[in-house]
């Protein structure tokens, strides 16, 4: 059971380059989350989804782009990367709406920005 | 609005030992609660989830969470710690966007070390 695969699991950029996440989920779900881990600060929601062709804002959106092209994707992309973006990416995705439905966690990808 | 609050970014504790990692909520609603644990280079694990049919509620690996409201508390305890626990915990609560979707809202973090 793959659940939800996230690549790469780790990447190391220069100021200003740019790259994609990919997170791709396996259960039919719905809705689709990135969140990143900072030390201190839990996870912090950047973009969600809540279906194939929609994207919203989280918390902390900027600097960041989305994309839902397909259902089972949801990738996160960053145009011009800065050493404040380094961290450790987190994809989500949940079955349906509703408060007490749990998140399925990615393994993360370990980005660091030189 | 939502919020959750950890008490103790590290908690310590001897193999055997109670383990007892901290959380205490806000919300103007009845609240959803999640455990969720994390091991080393690994994504979050659901252990467990309050959504009000039980104040007691047991999750996997021998871990359990009682809700309090009148104390905002929703600590996790496990009565006999393993080796094999040690671990970041994060404790969460569900909110809701504008627009009526649910996120979750996470606390910073506790990491747990199980010693000998």
């Known amino acids: 059971n793959a659940g939800v695969t996230q690549t790469p699991k780790f990447r190391v950029l220069k100021t200003g380059q740019s790259m994609t996440l990919l997170c791709a989920q396996d259960m039919n779900h719905e809705y689709m989350y990135w969140y990143r881990q900072d030390p201190g600060m839990g996870l912090r929601l950047i973009h969600y989804?809540?279906?194939?062709?929609?994207?919203a804002k989280g918390e902390v959106p900027d600097g960041y782009n989305v994309s839902r092209l397909k259902k089972q994707n949801f990738l996160l992309g960053l145009e011009s990367a800065a050493p404040s973006q380094t961290s450790v990416y987190f994809c989500a995705s949940s079955p349906e709406q509703g408060n007490n439905q749990p998140q399925h966690f990615g393994d993360g990808t370990r980005l660091s920005i030189l | 609005a939502q919020s959750v609050t950890q008490l103790g970014s590290h908690v310590s504790v001897s193999e055997g030992a109670l383990v007892l990692l901290r959380c205490n909520y806000s919300s103007s609603v009845p609240p959803y609660l999640f455990w969720y644990v994390q091991y080393p280079n690994q994504g979050l694990q659901l252990l467990l989830k309050?959504?009000?049919?039980?104040?007691l509620v047991k999750g996997i690996n021998g871990f359990e969470a009682e809700f309090k409201k009148s104390e905002t508390s929703f600590h996790l305890t496990k009565p006999s710690a393993h080796m094999s626990d040690a671990a970041e915990y994060f404790c969460?609560?569900?909110?809701?966007?504008?627009?009526?979707?649910?996120?979750?809202?996470f606390g910073a973090g506790t990491r747990l070390a199980v010693h000998p």
């Open positions: 989804s809540v279906g194939e062709g929609t994207t």
């Open positions: 309050y959504t009000s049919a039980a104040t």
């Open positions: 969460a609560v569900s909110a809701t966007f504008s627009g009526g979707y649910n996120k979750l809202i």
